[in-house]
């Protein structure tokens, strides 16, 4: 049975930080993308950060260079979101997905929200101002 199990949500302040986790199981870890994705009320969910297990490629939306660091433990099959210097506009719910054919083709990611295979059940994050 596929899972994937996101943690470390929660309420921090404007320029706090959080730590996400994103457990995965069922399928080979190593051959997938694992993105992080958010969806505020009343928006459409958008990607935020990627990382292609094979070769450790990551991806970020400018929104959030500089500020979120995404990294995997092969270990544990574990993908992390490092959230720092937080922002109210940065308040979500926040998914991680896995995807088989996500990853850099030529100088641009491609990572469609439709092409991700498996879902985690969400992780709420509050930023208050």
């Known amino acids: 049975e596929v899972q994937l199990v996101e943690s470390g949500g929660g309420l921090v302040q404007a320029g706090g930080s959080l730590r996400l986790s994103c457990a995965a199981s069922?399928?080979?870890?190593?051959?997938?993308?694992i993105g992080w994705f958010r969806q505020a009320p009343g928006k459409e969910r958008e990607v935020v950060s990627c990382?292609?297990?094979?070769?450790?490629?990551?991806y970020y939306i400018d929104s959030v260079k500089g500020r979120f660091t995404i990294s995997s433990d092969d270990a544990t099959n574990t993908v992390y979101l490092q959230m720092n210097s937080l922002k109210p506009e940065d308040t979500a719910v926040y998914f991680c997905?896995?995807?088989?054919?996500?990853?850099?083709?030529?100088?641009?990611?491609?990572?469609?929200?439709?092409?991700?295979?498996?879902w985690g059940q969400g992780t709420q994050v509050t930023v208050s101002s």
């Open positions: 997905a896995a995807g088989e054919y996500i990853g850099p083709y030529g100088s641009s990611w491609y990572t469609p929200t439709a092409e991700y295979d498996y």
């Open positions: 990382i292609r297990n094979s070769d450790g490629s990551t």
């Open positions: 069922g399928f080979r870890f190593e051959d997938y993308t």
